[in-house]
């Protein structure tokens, strides 16, 4: 499709498993962002990528959280040894990358920590 | 923290009329601002965007009015139909930055 594409929709899992989270970006865009939004709260940054660049990882909540981009499109999440305050709806989001570009996000992937 | 401010969770406005809804933010390094629409269940939709040397975008039934000064935003629709009712976003990024800081979102429900 055109759109930004994540899987899976969903995720339940147990605490203390790990998981990974797969985004593949609108084709061409440089620039690829995950957010996360904890129910009631607004969209936090999580990590950026652009191009070849060191990823920008200041929105990391802790080391458990990581997050790669290979070959410039296709991006993981993985969050080990997950805990109940990891329940969220993940949604990653990809623009040209220069300068005021709006970002576009895909479904995201709700994930359920028991 | 808040650096991006919607401080009315809900508003409902009757079909044909006018919604405003409203954003407030305290970085005056800010100089970019966005509108997403959300429905339940997808990612936010990309509305409509205002740089901080202007004051006033139109697109169609939305526009959107900066007040640097009072670092204030808000967005207008005229008419608003029932198709509209969605939770809506403000977002705002820095000078040379791509990260962008969302609000908590106002659920708008127009009714028929």
């Known amino acids: 499709g055109a759109g930004v594409s994540q899987s899976p929709s969903n995720k339940v899992t147990e605490k203390g498993k790990d998981v990974e989270l797969r985004c593949d970006p609108i084709?061409?865009?440089?620039?690829l962002y995950w957010y996360r939004q904890s129910l009631g709260q607004g969209l936090e940054f999580l990590i950026y990528f652009q191009g070849n660049s060191a990823p920008d990882k200041s929105g990391l909540p802790s080391d458990r959280f990581s997050a790669e981009r290979t070959g410039g499109s296709v991006s993981t999440l993985t969050i080990q040894r997950t805990q109940q305050e990891d329940s969220a709806v993940y949604l990653c989001?990809?623009?040209w990358g220069q300068g005021n570009q709006p970002q576009h996000f895909g479904d995201g992937t709700r994930l359920s920590i028991l | 923290d808040q650096q991006v401010k919607q401080n009315s969770p809900s508003l409902s406005v009757q079909e044909g009329r006018i919604s405003i809804l409203n954003c407030d933010y305290t970085n005056s390094m800010f100089d970019y601002f966005l509108w997403y629409k959300k429905y339940p269940a997808e990612g936010p939709t990309f509305l409509i965007s205002?740089?901080?040397?202007?004051d006033k975008n139109e697109d169609g039934r939305f526009t959107v009015f900066l007040n640097k000064s009072a670092k204030h935003l808000s967005l207008h629709i005229v008419p608003s139909q029932p198709g509209d009712s969605a939770v809506y976003f403000c977002a705002a990024a820095r000078a040379g930055s791509e990260k962008l800081v969302f609000g908590k979102g106002t659920k708008l429900t127009v009714n028929p």
């Open positions: 989001a990809s623009s």
């Open positions: 205002i740089s901080s040397i202007k």
């Open positions: 084709s061409g865009h440089t620039a």
